[in-house]
């Protein structure tokens, strides 16, 4: 086996150098990083923010956003999109967006395949409904882009920079801006104020806005990513009989993504902030509008959330937080969750980075776990918890074959 000898790793090294100097002024640098719990060993073969990519796709959490579906549920169909591929697609739109405009793509892509790794199983439904149960029990709200945040530097101790968190927990592009400007990176403690506001004001959350370029990048192009994908699904894969209006920027995914993209590049090259032309915003606007009536709010769609997994999730809920403050370690709490190795030590060791943080309160735990479900985990466990629920009798899963 050989290994890089010093002339080898010197050379890499000006490669890098001579890389960054050709970025943007308006990128961030390697050498900005910032890590809230200590240094990394540097590596020559990885940036600061690569290494951040590199915990966040071997984070066993990473696997589970292969089942766990954005908008289409209980249907086997390879073609609609998962968690896992919905955050490839905003990494292939960001890093087009952030290659054109100079910036740093390693903090780009660790951003976007990171940005949703705290998602709960069904969907923004299933978010919602967490949220309800977290807010009814503990007084506190569920948002996916924070929980990320928790289960990429807390649950799993990956101490990633404060560049790609800060990007994670204010990447949220529900709402369409004409312009996006950076904020000021905040410190440790300003930080984890902020995430800690977003578990009890409602409002937190609207107030995010990423500190980078990069975050702004993908911000816009984790909106761009659903918005027209959510529109394939729904005509080839699902069917549903959605008529779309014509736009400046087109009503088909490809189209979407191109207009977009172009627009956004050709408004912003050389600033120090993202901007979109106004017919191109007004567009995007009436898109996501549309998108909500015609895909999102329809009585079919989000009937099996309401009908199945509302009280499958709350019934859940309840026997596991029973099973937590009784100590029953022979649930599937302890033995699927807590006694894993992976986080044993996380929630019950010494040692831990961020003690103040990381709470033990039952409902937190209970959270913690089911946000961590795939879809099909969420069923299985309901009807082991509940063999005899005639809930498990409503599931039905349209098969490749049928009509």
Do not use: W
């Amino acid at each position: 086996m050989k290994t890089l000898t010093p002339d080898q790793e010197a050379e890499i090294e000006n490669r890098v150098k001579h890389e960054q100097s050709t970025l943007s002024p308006y990128a961030t640098r390697d050498n900005q990083a910032v890590r809230f719990f200590g240094k990394v060993p540097h590596d020559v073969l990885r940036s600061q923010f690569a290494t951040d990519a590199d915990r966040i796709i071997n984070c066993k959490f990473f696997n589970r956003c292969g089942d766990k579906t954005q908008v289409f549920s209980f249907r086997k169909n390879d073609d609609i999109t998962r968690r896992s591929s919905h955050v490839q697609l905003v990494s292939r739109i960001a890093r087009k967006i952030g290659r054109a405009l100079g910036l740093n793509l390693d903090l780009i892509e660790a951003i976007a395949i990171g940005h949703d790794i705290g998602h709960t199983p069904f969907g923004h439904a299933g978010e919602s409904i967490l949220s309800e149960l977290y807010r009814e029990n503990a007084g506190k709200l569920f948002n996916h882009n924070v929980h990320s945040v928790r289960v990429l530097n807390l649950i799993t101790r990956n101490n990633l920079t404060a560049q790609t968190l800060d990007g994670i927990i204010c990447h949220c592009g529900e709402k369409v801006d004409e312009r996006y400007e950076p904020n000021t990176l905040p410190d440790k403690s300003a930080f984890f104020k902020m995430f800690d506001s977003c578990y009890t004001d409602e409002n937190a959350i609207k107030r995010l806005r990423p500190s980078t370029l990069e975050g702004c990048v993908v911000r816009l192009s984790d909106m761009v990513a659903y918005m027209g994908k959510d529109r394939q699904d729904a005509l080839y894969s699902v069917r549903l009989d959605a008529v779309f209006d014509e736009t400046v920027i087109g009503s088909k995914n490809r189209d979407i993504i191109s207009n977009v993209t172009q627009d956004v590049i050709a408004n912003s090259l050389d600033k120090p902030y993202l901007s979109l032309s106004r017919d191109v915003f007004e567009a995007l606007e009436h898109c996501k509008d549309e998108n909500n009536e015609k895909i999102y709010r329809r009585p079919e769609v989000r009937r099996p959330y309401d009908e199945i997994i509302r009280p499958m999730m709350r019934k859940m809920y309840f026997k596991l937080l029973t099973d937590l403050e009784n100590k029953d370690e022979e649930s599937i709490i302890y033995r699927h969750y807590l006694f894993d190795e992976y986080i044993y030590a996380n929630y019950f060791g010494e040692n831990n980075i961020s003690p103040e943080l990381f709470a033990r309160e039952p409902n937190d735990v209970v959270v913690d776990f089911i946000a961590s479900m795939s879809d099909d985990y969420l069923l299985d466990a309901f009807a082991f918890l509940f063999p005899n629920d005639k809930l498990n009798d409503k599931v039905r899963y349209v098969g490749y074959f049928d009509k």
